[in-house]
Structure formats: structure tokens, C-alpha cells
């Protein structure tokens, strides 16, 4: 800024533009401002406070270390059990919404199909529904009652009903299969975009070297939905891991019959809202942490191997 | 005629039955849903969800007593469908604001430090918020957003996929036009808000659909944060319904219902920018 004020207009312009250049160099920093408070009060704050609280026993009023007690207390039935059933539920989700979403895109992207907009459009409209909502449809849908959907569609095939969200296996299915409503549609859209993003030369040559359409698929197709394998298989897991409404949505928010339903989120909420035991809390959130870190590493490892081919 | 063959094909024709019937897979819970809204509660503890169509008992009972009542449950539902809107709003509005800002921050300039805010972007965008939730919930306190709009809005509003999708959208935009516009006299926020945010709608297009039915369909948090039944959001004062007294069922189907209904008429309309923004995370891939 210049210091003295003259009538050079010469001054002043130069002036004005040594506060743009200014401005310039601020502007950005300016731009980014609110991630950088955001990424400070909201993320790495509570974060390190995560990582203490693990290491503490946090009363009203009085914390204090208590070394890795809280760890040690995570080797127990309730937290395997939470585990093993994220681990369960994430092995069928990525089971089931890989192949099934990427048929019903292939099949979407071929010319074969009449009506593609309308069944893309369709098999969407799940997709927008509250996993609330989805909830509330899918527990009254496997009901115990004899007339509740499931049970009614068992007697069909002369199969007695069923209490399903009593039972480990076949509450596992309920929950897979809300999953497999809720999200085949996106999946599937990722894998539509992917598929539209192959060059349609490939196929060409690839035909007249004589390859039919199975042919095609396995020597094309699959390969080049590799990178949206591997990303959709990375969030598949992140979600499966930190699943927490669904389960809460199937058995209304109380603990299920032996932790049937019991997950690693739903285990931090339990902790930490009903026993107000926030530092065990926190160490069942950095399990969580660590667990989703091996998967991102491993997704490091998966889309870099896929460079190297390509 | 090429076309014409393929069409006529048994393999086509038992392509499109196999479409048929998941189309139908895909709409029967709504359906059902929307079949139950019409009956009383009794029906649906008698009979469980069903897809009977009975006239005898079928009528518009429960939207009379959500739309008329003003008792119990029934008097909730619309202050939580205001909630859900005035959250939703204002979350939309200030998320899409503020991350275009970043975004283009991050693509236009360069600037010390600018690759390890995006890396930090990125890992915010990869951690789940599940980790931290419970010393968020004690900075809540602190900060007295208990039971606030505010406290439901503010820690998730700069969020780090818009922010990254946005950076994505501004790096393809042409950087002569911010010189032209700088020797126009523009500075540095004129750029944005005249010259690159009409560059980026259609950016916006598919962030605001992303964002606000991520907001509407929003649970774990506003279930943390917000403590009393008149400041519940719709998803959150359905689940509350959901009682083994059963006594609120009325509201619950027909408010779900009223909660998809929103959604599904905007869908009609906007589906291009629905089907973008829901599947923005494929441009990580």
C-alpha cells in the first residue's frame, strides 16, 4: 500500500495493483480457509481426543489413564461377536453386489434389452429410499407372523414360517438381502458408466479376430471394470465394517437376541450412550480405524498392481 | 432391421421377462409399503405386511389422523418433517458454498501447503465419521449444539467428497478466463461468484442432489445430537415409533410414505442430475 497519497493517478494504480497482487497470494488461502478450521475443530481434534479417551477411563467430572485396560477389555464375547458379524455381513455384500450389479449392467449396456432407461431408472428408485424407511419395510416383511411376507412366500414352497430376526443365519440373510435392494441399483450405475467408458473398438477387432460375446467379456470387459471392481469392492468393505442402521432398523434400537445384530458402530453407540463408558467407546472406534486403514492399504496394493499391467 | 431381429430373439425376449421381474423385486417393498399406509394398524399386527388388497378395510385413516391430529405422534410428524426440511436446506446450501470454495481453491491456485490440504481431503473422505463420534459428541456439549440444528449441520458441512469432486469439475475449467476477468477489474471472489460458479453448474447440479438426500436420509448423527421429540428429524422420529407397544403404526407407515414421497417426485424430474451425483465417487476409480 503506498504510503504517501498523491494526486499521480501513476501512484495509485500501482498501488491498487500491488493490493490485487496481494490479494492474489491471500485469495487462496482464503478459498480453503473453512476446510482447514473444519479439518482442525471437527477432525483431528476429536481424533486425538479419540486416541486419549481410548487410553482413559472417562467419569463425569474425572478422567484418568488407565494404560491399555480399555484394549485389553475389547478381548470379549460381545466385541468378537460384533466382529465377527461386520465381517460376516461385509464378506456377503461384496459376495453378492460385485457379480449381481455388474450382470444386470452388462446385460442393461447390450442391445439385446428393450426398455433399458426404464429398468436403469427402476432398479434405481431403491436407492432413494432412507435406510429408516428400508428398514420399516424389510423388519414388517420378515415378521413371525404366518401372513408376513417372507413366511407367506415359504408356504409356497411348503416351507413352515420362520421367526427370522430371532436366528443368527437367516438374520444375516434379512440383512443382506435389504442390503442387496438397497444398493444393487448403484452399483450397477457404477458399473454402466464403467462399461461406457470402454472403447467400442476393442470389441471390433476382437470380433473379427473371431471372439464370440462370452469370449469378449471375459478378455475385454472384465478386465477393464477392473478399477471399479477394486472401487467398489474398497467401499463395499468401509461400509460393511462401519454398517450401523440397518441393524438398528431390524431390531428397533435394543439388543438382539445374543448379539445376533450387534455391530462395531452399534457396540460404540451401546458403550458410549447407554453405558456412558466413552474411553472403551473410543478403543472400539480405533479398532475400527485400524481396520479400515488395511483396507485402504490394500487398496493401495490393488489399484497399483493394476497400473503396472496396464 | 438389425435392431428389429435382435428384438425378436428368444434370448431377448427372455432378457426382458428376467428385467420384468426384477423391475417388479425392485418396487414390491414400496409397493407393499404404500398398500399398508392405506390400512389400519390392527391389519398389519393381524396379518403382517402383506400385498392384499382388501377395500372393506383399505381407506385414508392414518393420512387423516397425520394430516388432522394434533395429539401424540401424530402432532409430531410435521415439526419433524419441517425439521428434516430446514436441516436439509440449510446443510445443502452452506455444504455446496463452501466446498465449491475449497475446490476451486485447491484446483486454481497454486499455492504453499496445496497438495497437502488435498491429501487431507482425501483422507478425511476415506475415514469413517463412526471413529469419532463419541469425542464429537463431547465437543457438542461443550460447545452447548446439543439438541440444535446447528449441531446437527456444522460438524459435516465442509464435506470432503463435494470438496474433491468440485476440484475435479474446476481443473477442467480454462484458467485465461480468471486473467481476462482480473484485468476487467474483477478480484479474486468477483472470479468466483460471476465468472466460475456459472461455469460449474452443472457441478452443482449433481452435489445437490448427493448432499441433500444424504441430509434427509441422514441417522447416526442427528440421532447423537438431537435429544428431544420436537427437534427430531423425520428418519429419526420414525425409528422413535417403532415401539413393540405398537401403538404409533398409523404414523409410521404413512409418515414413511410422506418421507419418500419428496424424493421420488424429484427423482421424475431430475433424474440425470440423481443418477450423477450418486454415483460421483466412480470419478475416484
Redesign the interface.
Known amino acids: 500500500m503506498p504510503t504517501v497519497v498523491t494526486d499521480s493517478t501513476k501512484n495509485k494504480l500501482a498501488g491498487r495493483r500491488r493490493s ?1 497482487l496481494n ?3 491471500v ?6 480457509m ?6 482442525i ?3 483431528s ?3 486425538i ?2 486416541m486419549l ?1 481410548s487410553f482413559q477411563e472417562v467419569l463425569p467430572g474425572e478422567t484418568r489413564y488407565i494404560g491399555f485396560d480399555n484394549y485389553k477389555k475389547l478381548w470379549n464375547e460381545d466385541f468378537f461377536q460384533a466382529l465377527y458379524n461386520n465381517t460376516r455381513y461385509t464378506f456377503w455384500t461384496v459376495v453378492v453386489l460385485i457379480p449381481l450389479p455388474m450382470a ?1 449392467a452388462v ?1 442393461l449396456n ?6 433399458r432407461n ?2 436403469r ?14 428398514g ?6 420378515f ?1 413371525e ?5 417372507m ?2 412366500i415359504l408356504h409356497l414352497v411348503g416351507i413352515p414360517s420362520q421367526k427370522w430376526l430371532q436366528s443368527s443365519s437367516l438374520s444375516m440373510l434379512a440383512l443382506i438381502i435389504l442390503a442387496t ?1 438397497r444398493w444393487v ?2 452399483n450397477m ?2 458399473y454402466l ?2 462399461l461406457q467408458n470402454i472403447p467400442k473398438d476393442m470389441y471390433e477387432s476382437a470380433s473379427l479376430d473371431g471372439a464370440g460375446p462370452i469370449r469378449s467379456f471375459f478378455s475385454i470387459t472384465l478386465p477393464q471394470l477392473k ?2 471392481t ?3 469392492t474398497t ?1 463395499s468393505i ?1 461400509g460393511g ?2 454398517m ?2 440397518e441393524s ?2 431390524l431390531w ?2 435394543k439388543a438382539s437376541p445374543q448379539g445376533i445384530g450387534l455391530t ?2 452399534g457396540y ?2 451401546q458403550q ?2 447407554e453405558y456412558f463408558d ?1 474411553g472403551f ?2 478403543a472400539i ?2 479398532t ?2 485400524g481396520i ?1 486403514l488395511v483396507v ?1 492399504m490394500l487398496q493401495l496394493l490393488a489399484s497399483g498392481m493394476f497400473k503396472k499391467e496396464a | 432391421m438389425d435392431k428389429r431381429v435382435r428384438f425378436g430373439s428368444l434370448s431377448s425376449i427372455v432378457l426382458l421377462l428376467a428385467f420384468i421381474g426384477f423391475a417388479v423385486l425392485a418396487l414390491f417393498p414400496l409397493y407393499a409399503l404404500m398398500l399398508a399406509s392405506f390400512k389400519p394398524a390392527q391389519e398389519l399386527f393381524r396379518y403382517g405386511l402383506n400385498v392384499r388388497w382388501d377395500l372393506a378395510v383399505m381407506g385414508f385413516e392414518n393420512y387423516k389422523q397425520i394430516f388432522l391430529s394434533h395429539e401424540g405422534s401424530a402432532g409430531h410428524f410435521f415439526g419433524w418433517y419441517r425439521n428434516s426440511i430446514v436441516i436439509t436446506l440449510l446443510y445443502t446450501v452452506i455444504c455446496l458454498l463452501v466446498s465449491s470454495m475449497v475446490g476451486y481453491g485447491l484446483a486454481m491456485y497454486e499455492f504453499k501447503g496445496r497438495n497437502l490440504l488435498f491429501t487431507l481431503v482425501l483422507v478425511v473422505m476415506m475415514l469413517p465419521v463412526e471413529i469419532i463420534i463419541l469425542p464429537l459428541y463431547k465437543l457438542m456439549i461443550s460447545f452447548t449444539l446439543i439438541n440444535s440444528i446447528w449441531g446437527v449441520i456444522l460438524p459435516f458441512v465442509v464435506a470432503p467428497l463435494p470438496i474433491f469432486f468440485f476440484r475435479q469439475f474446476a481443473l477442467g475449467l480454462p484458467k485465461d478466463f480468471m486473467d481476462a476477468a482480473r484485468i476487467d477489474g474483477c478480484n479474486e471472489f468477483g472470479i468466483f461468484f460471476r465468472v466460475m460458479v456459472p461455469l460449474m453448474l452443472p457441478a452443482f447440479g449433481a452435489m445437490t442432489i448427493l448432499q441433500a438426500l444424504q441430509s434427509w436420509n441422514n441417522f447416526l448423527w442427528p440421532l447423537i445430537v438431537l435429544r428431544t421429540t420436537e427437534k427430531f428429524t423425520l428418519p429419526i422420529g420414525l425409528t422413535s415409533l417403532l415401539s413393540p407397544m405398537g401403538n404409533n403404526y398409523e404414523v409410521l407407515i404413512a409418515g414413511s410414505v410422506l418421507a419418500i414421497l419428496p424424493i421420488l417426485i424429484l427423482f421424475i424430474f431430475f433424474q440425470r442430475y440423481f443418477v450423477e451425483g450418486l454415483t460421483v465417487g466412480g470419478v475416484k476409480g
Request: charged content about 5%; overall charge positive; hydrophobic content about 60%.
Open positions: 490485487k490479494m492474489q497470494i485469495a487462496p488461502y482464503l478459498f480453503v473453512p476446510f482447514i478450521l473444519s479439518f475443530v471437527f477432525f481434534y476429536p481424533l481426543q479419540a479417551m444386470l446385460f447390450s442391445k439385446l434389452l428393450a426398455g426404464f429398468f431408472s427402476t432398479l434405481f428408485i431403491p436407492a432413494l429410499t432412507s435406510v429408516v424407511v428400508a420399516i419395510i424389510f423388519r414388517l416383511m415378521g407372523l404366518d401372513n408376513s411376507l413366511n407367506s435392494w441399483g448403484i450405475l457404477y458408466s464403467a478399477p471399479i477394486i472401487y467398489v467401499i468401509y465394517y462401519a450401523f442402521t438398528y432398523m428397533g434400537g462395531l458402530v460404540i453407540y458410549g450412550f466413552l467407546g473410543a472406534g480405533i475400527l480405524l479400515t485402504s
